[in-house]
T-cell receptor, first 112, second 116 residues
Framework: KQEVTQIPAALSVPEGENLVLNCSFT??????LQWFRQDPGKGLTSLLL?????REQTSGRLNASLDKSSGRSTLYIAASQPGDSATYLC???????????FGGGTRVLVKP | GAGVSQTPSNKVTEKGKYVELRCDPI?????LYWYRQSLGQGPEFLIY????????DSGLPNDRFFAVRPEGSVSTLKIQRTERGDSAVYLC??????????????FGNGTRLTVT
C-alpha cells in the first residue's frame, strides 16, 4: 500500500527566505507526482506535475525535483512572499490504480 | 465558470439523515474523482469514474456511501444514515483523461459536511 509522508508538518519563515518542502513515498512504482497548494476553506490548486520519467519541473519561483528510486520529491519556493502562505500537498499516482495518494501536507507561514 | 463546481459549499445535517453532494466537472473531462479530507489531513480517495461507470470504488468506507454519474458529467455523492464521523470536506476533481495517463487533476472547492 502506497504511503506518502510530508516533513515538516508546519513551517514558518521570514519573507524572502527560500522554502524547502519534502515529500517521501514508499512505493516507487509511480506514474507521476503532483504538488498542490490549498488555501484555508478552498480546494486544491495544482502547482507542478512531474512524470515518472522526469527529474524536475519548474514554474516561476517553484521548482520540484523527483528521485523515484529513493521515493522522494522536494518542492523549492524561491524568495518566499506572504502570499505563499498556504498548505502544500504532494500526491502520487501509483501504477496499481487510478487514484492519487496524498501526504498530510506542510502548512507554510511566510511572515512579512 | 471553467472550473469544477461543487454544491452546496456547506451542509449541516443531523445524525441519521440522508445527504447528497453534487459535483459539476470541467466540461469534456471524462474522469471524475471524489475525495474526503478530514481536518489537518490530506485528502483520501473515495471513488473514481471514467465516463458513466465507477472504475474504482475501493475507497468508499462502507455501504452507506454511494455515488453516481448517470450521464458522464455531473456526479452525486450520496450518504445514508449519516454519522458524526462523516463530518469532513468532500472534494471532487476531474481530469481530461483518467487512469495512468498523465493528466493533472482539477479540484473543486469542496463541500464541508457537518453532522451534528
Amino acid at each position: 500500500k502506497q504511503e506518502v509522508t510530508q516533513i515538516p508538518a508546519a513551517l514558518s519563515v521570514p519573507e524572502g527566505e527560500n522554502l524547502v518542502l519534502n515529500c517521501s513515498f514508499t512505493d516507487s512504482a509511480i506514474y507521476n507526482l503532483q504538488w498542490f497548494r490549498q488555501d484555508p476553506g478552498k480546494g486544491l490548486t495544482s502547482l507542478l506535475l512531474i512524470q515518472s520519467s522526469q527529474r524536475e519541473q519548474t514554474s516561476g519561483r517553484l521548482n520540484a525535483s523527483l528521485d523515484k528510486s529513493s521515493g522522494r520529491s522536494t518542492l523549492y519556493i524561491a524568495a518566499s512572499q506572504p502570499g505563499d502562505s498556504a498548505t502544500y500537498l504532494c500526491a502520487v499516482l501509483t501504477a496499481a490504480g487510478n487514484k492519487l495518494t496524498f501526504g498530510g501536507g506542510t502548512r507554510v507561514l511566510v511572515k512579512p | 465558470g471553467a472550473g469544477v463546481s461543487q454544491t452546496p459549499s456547506n451542509k449541516v445535517t443531523e445524525k441519521g439523515k440522508y445527504v447528497e453532494l453534487r459535483c459539476d466537472p470541467i466540461s469534456g473531462h471524462t474522469a471524475l474523482y471524489w475525495y474526503r479530507q478530514s481536518l489537518g489531513q490530506g485528502p483520501e480517495f473515495l471513488i473514481y469514474f471514467q465516463g458513466t461507470g465507477a472504475a474504482d470504488d475501493s475507497g468508499l468506507p462502507n455501504d452507506r456511501f454511494f455515488a453516481v454519474r448517470p450521464e458522464g458529467s455531473v456526479s452525486t455523492l450520496k450518504i445514508q444514515r449519516t454519522e458524526r464521523g462523516d463530518s469532513a470536506v468532500y472534494l471532487c476533481a476531474s481530469s481530461a483523461t483518467g487512469g495512468s495517463l498523465p493528466s493533472p487533476l482539477h479540484f473543486g472547492n469542496g463541500t464541508r459536511l457537518t453532522v451534528t
